[in-house]
């Protein structure tokens, strides 16, 4: 794989993680005050470079074919969830993901807290949570692509880069990232995660690609073609009972007439 694609995998499903993140912390922030969310992120994020300092050695010492069997399955796993949840939003039968609606459950929770001490523990806990989750699939998607393709520094760099990006964005609005296209954007993650969960799991099992990693971009084109299909199918069987229905209320219209 070339760095370039490493480098967007990479920053596209950390934008998504960091995105999500960023709204917890702002809804908990504006509505009860900065200094104890601030220190809940902070707390998690050195919890989180220590989780990453420990891993980071020990992935080294796992054969390539090893770690591209079970990281390729895992990524397959988790992309086909997200091209899943992606496509449902797509054609109408799921409600897509509303930042805004997040935001306003997290100012209702926050509000609703009372603050008995000093220090907000509540707005600490909350934003303690919310970005050590996030984060650890930040981590995650940092070692097993940066391991895999030997090349963990871009990997972490392409991480960095989509967290500036987003806290700057959220730091100068001040608002949940709500105009942000998220569900576009997992869609597209979602086909980048399966793509090469099924590039890396089939290498893993001893599968030899007939063009190398340019297979990535054949994989990658086909999965999109499919999914645009899958979803114009559900859109039709979703648009089908409703022709249906239409038809039966007109037809004692027709027979009168």
């Not at 998504?16 to 900065?34: D, H, N, S, Y």
């Not at 609703?112 to 600490?124: C, I, M, N, P």
């Not at 709500?178 to 090469?196: D, S």
């Not at 893993?204 to 690609?209: I, R, V």
Request: glycine fraction near 8%.
């Amino acid at each position: 794989m070339s760095a370039g694609f490493l480098f967007v995998a990479v920053f596209l499903a950390c934008v998504v993680e960091a995105v999500e993140a960023l709204t917890i912390v702002l809804a908990v922030g504006l509505t009860r005050g900065w200094r104890a969310p601030a220190y809940g992120t902070g707390v998690a994020l050195v919890l989180l470079a220590a989780v990453v300092a420990a891993l980071g050695p020990a992935l080294k010492l796992i054969p390539l074919h090893t770690i591209q069997l079970v990281v390729g399955g895992l990524l397959l796993v988790f992309g086909l969830q997200w091209l899943r949840k992606a496509m449902l939003r797509s054609s109408g039968i799921k409600a897509k993901h509303d930042e805004e609606a997040i935001y306003q459950k997290q100012v209702e929770q926050a509000s609703g807290s009372a603050r008995t001490a000093a220090f907000d523990s509540y707005a600490f806990r909350i934003a303690f949570m919310g970005v050590l989750l996030e984060g650890l699939e930040v981590a995650f998607i940092v070692l097993t692509f940066g391991t895999t393709q030997g090349d963990i520094p871009l990997a972490a760099i392409a991480a960095a880069a989509a967290i500036v990006v987003v806290v700057a964005v959220g730091v100068a609005v001040r608002v949940p990232l709500a105009r942000v296209p998220e569900n576009t954007l997992k869609y597209a993650v979602g086909l980048l995660l399966t793509t090469f969960g099924t590039f890396w799991g089939a290498e893993g099992a001893g599968a030899k690609w007939p063009a190398s990693d340019a297979s990535i971009l054949v994989l990658l084109a086909i999965l999109w073609v499919v999914s645009l299909g899958v979803v114009y199918l559900l859109k039709r069987g979703q648009q089908a009972p409703v022709e249906t229905a239409t038809a039966k209320s007109l037809a004692p219209e027709v027979s009168q007439s």
